[in-house]
């Protein structure tokens, strides 16, 4: 048997190269206008019709190229960006295979017309499927303007397989922002069906995502940045109220290019951790730069996954940035009177920074409903209290002052320190205290804040401090099914870190002997059966993260409910402590706890 095996003609291997390369329009869109920016080109115009099913045309006002490049770049393996393999390793540029206008002209009509700066000429070729029919000088900008029609007009099966023009546009889209995201100093334009969808001018990122986004997103954004000897982070996250219940707005990339990289999604959601409801996604723009050599960009043209030499250390870089933007820039929610976007702002208004108090270490703050119930009142200060309301008038002066307060509470004092800073406590309506600090006004929902000191007390409980048990005078029993024991069995360990004590009591019965110091006042049967069943409701969330949903279910169950009143001695150590904690902002279960006025707004809005 001789001549089974035969080398394919160029241009059957050209398309069967094209099936890997180009797979909707959006490959071709994607193609073209990184060969655009690869050019140098800094302006770039995409035009599209029917989808790209049409046409596809990508003008821009790069370098283009001489006649004989202009014909060449349809070869296969014909590329100007690397030399060696070696240059694999070292790459700025989108390109390197100079796989894909080969491709293209294998599988559509090309019209191509590229001209260099210092040419009086540029070059016009037309090819169809594969095969030059023209090729002639011709008049034209420099730079160069290609179009790409009839898209699989020779592989009727791909056609066929080609999705709804909605969303087709919508696959175009996405490749057409992957790119303009990054390259904010390159003006693009985007022209759907002779409709002008997006005109981008250039500027730096935070503009370009929000040119894109639209004028909301300029809000919504805090920056985020962090420089390591491995990685170097840059870009914005969205905060937590404006997380999403789809994925769509996660952006990374590595150099200058878009990856996908599930692993980091997870270092970033994990970051939002409590901030955001469980269902939700946060919205981020980040860009990691790292040493070409230390990541594998190159597996494949279309692939978005990419493969990092340190990536576990990436992920722990990258989730600490995250959280330390949150913390430094996560601010309550305010009205927005300011429809204007100003991009010279870069810090979102209304940026708090943690309020430096010191507490009473002694002051239990839950033990002491009963104190309060008692009637333990609120005292006059020793003071001159309307000097705290203005405050800004003389700030020595007042700070003097606010060294001096104290309060008087059965016989014992309690010094409050920078009382000021709290200087106003209104209990509305039941379920919120109003109070103001420094510029601010502030609404705080009580339940909620409440639920994020207690989850907080309760996560470092089990993380560092194991809190001893106040033994109960009278220990109490629980009974549970076969399934909840074994359930409450497999929680002691933490239950136990966080100051229960609970023992094995015969079957399916345990006794409590003991309860947290701080938390004497619950009622710990009730709390403990309501454990075992969100346990149950919520198998999967416990065994991943046992501690969070530990703390999480138990803080929600033993906050202070809504409706209940409460003195003010009781509401400025809960806004003391609510401002302790790393999230004030959030409840555990991502909900909001605090409202707040700008004075500025409120400046604005009777103005
Ligand atoms: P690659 O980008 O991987 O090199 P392509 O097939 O996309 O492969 O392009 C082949 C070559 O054609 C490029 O290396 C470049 O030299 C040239 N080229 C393609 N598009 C342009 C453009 N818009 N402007 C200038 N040169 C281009
Ligand atoms: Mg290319």
């Given amino acids: 048997m001789s001549n089974v095996i035969k080398l394919l003609p160029d241009h059957v291997a050209n398309q069967i190269a094209a099936g890997?390369?180009?797979?909707?329009?959006?490959?071709?869109?994607?193609?073209?206008?990184?060969?655009?920016?690869d050019a140098g080109a800094t302006k770039i115009q995409l035009i599209i019709k029917d989808a790209g099913k049409t046409l596809i045309q990508v003008v821009d006002n790069g370098l283009g190229m001489d006649s004989s490049d202009a014909q060449m770049c349809f070869e296969r393996h014909a590329t100007s960006k690397i030399s060696s393999a070696d240059d694999l390793f070292n790459l700025g540029t989108k390109g390197f295979r100079g796989e894909a206008l080969a491709s293209i002209a294998a599988i559509a009509h090309i019209d191509l017309k590229t001209k260099q700066v210092d040419s009086e000429l540029g070059n016009h070729i037309v090819i169809e499927g594969s095969i030059v029919s023209e090729n002639e000088p011709c008049s034209c900008p420099t730079g160069t303007s290609i179009q790409v029609k009839n898209l699989f007009f020779n592989v009727p099966a791909r056609r066929k397989f080609l999705k709804s023009n909605a969303v087709e546009t919508?696959?175009?889209?996405?490749?057409?922002?992957?790119?303009?995201?990054?390259?904010?100093?390159?003006e693009f334009q985007f022209v759907?069906?002779?409709?002008?969808?997006?005109?981008?001018?250039?500027?730096?990122?935070?503009?370009?995502i929000v040119d894109i986004m639209g004028k909301s997103y300029n809000q919504r954004l805090v920056p985020i940045e962090e420089s390591t000897d491995i990685i170097k982070i840059s870009g914005f996250i969205g905060k937590p109220d404006y997380a999403k219940k789809t994925r769509g707005e996660q952006y990374f990339f590595v150099n200058d290019r878009f990856i996908k990289n599930h692993y980091f999604n997870h270092a970033i959601n994990g970051a939002y951790d409590e901030l955001i409801a469980e269902d939700n996604h946060p919205s981020f723009f980040i860009k990691l730069t790292v040493d070409p050599r230390d990541v594998d960009i190159n597996i494949h043209p279309t692939k978005t996954e990419v493969k990092f030499q340190e990536d576990s250390a990436i992920y722990a870089i990258l989730k600490a940035a995250v959280r330390q933007s949150l913390n430094k820039y996560a601010v309550a929610p305010t009205l927005d009177f300011n429809q204007e976007t100003s991009f010279n702002t870069p810090l979102p208004k209304g940026n708090i920074s943690p309020p430096e108090i010191r507490v009473d270490k002694n002051f239990n703050p839950f033990k002491s409903e009963k104190d309060w119930e008692k009637g333990a009142s609120f005292q006059t200060p020793k003071g001159d209290w309307e000097k705290l309301f203005k405050e800004d008038q003389n700030p020595q002066d007042y700070n003097d002052f606010l060294s001096q307060v104290h309060y008087e509470k059965d016989n014992e004092q309690v010094e409050i320190h920078n009382q000021a800073e709290f200087a106003l406590l209104h209990q509305f309506k039941g379920n919120y205290i109003i109070t103001s600090r420094n510029n601010e006004l502030m609404i705080i929902d009580q339940r909620r804040a409440h639920e994020r000191v207690l989850y907080e007390f309760l996560i470092e409980a089990q993380a560092f401090e194991a809190k001893k048990p106040q033994q109960l005078l009278f220990p109490e029993t629980i009974e549970l099914t076969p399934q909840g024991s074994t359930i409450l069995q497999d929680l002691i360990p933490e239950l136990s870190k966080m100051g229960f004590d609970i023992a094995p009591f015969g079957p399916n019965t345990f006794t409590i002997n003991g309860t947290p110091a701080d938390l004497t006042e619950i009622d710990v049967v009730d709390t403990l059966e309501h454990l075992v069943e969100q346990y149950q409701l919520h198998e999967k969330?416990?065994?991943?993260?046992?501690?969070?949903?530990?703390?999480?279910?138990?803080?929600?169950?033993?906050a202070v409910k809504n409706g209940q009143k409460l003195q003010k001695e009781e509401m400025a150590h809960l806004v003391k402590e609510l401002f302790d904690c790393d999230q004030p902002y959030k409840s555990p279960t991502g909900k909001n706890t605090i409202f707040a006025l700008q004075t500025e707004d409120l400046l604005k809005y009777f103005s």
């Fill in 541 to 558: 969330t416990f065994k991943e993260k046992k501690e969070q949903a530990l703390a999480k279910n138990m803080a929600t169950k033993i």
């Fill in 192 to 208: 759907n069906n002779d409709q002008e969808i997006f005109n981008l001018e250039s500027g730096n990122f935070r503009k370009r």
């Fill in 20 to 37: 890997e390369v180009i797979q909707r329009p959006a490959s071709v869109v994607k193609e073209l206008v990184e060969n655009a920016v």
């Fill in 170 to 186: 919508k696959h175009i889209l996405e490749e057409f922002q992957r790119i303009a995201f990054v390259h904010a100093q390159v």
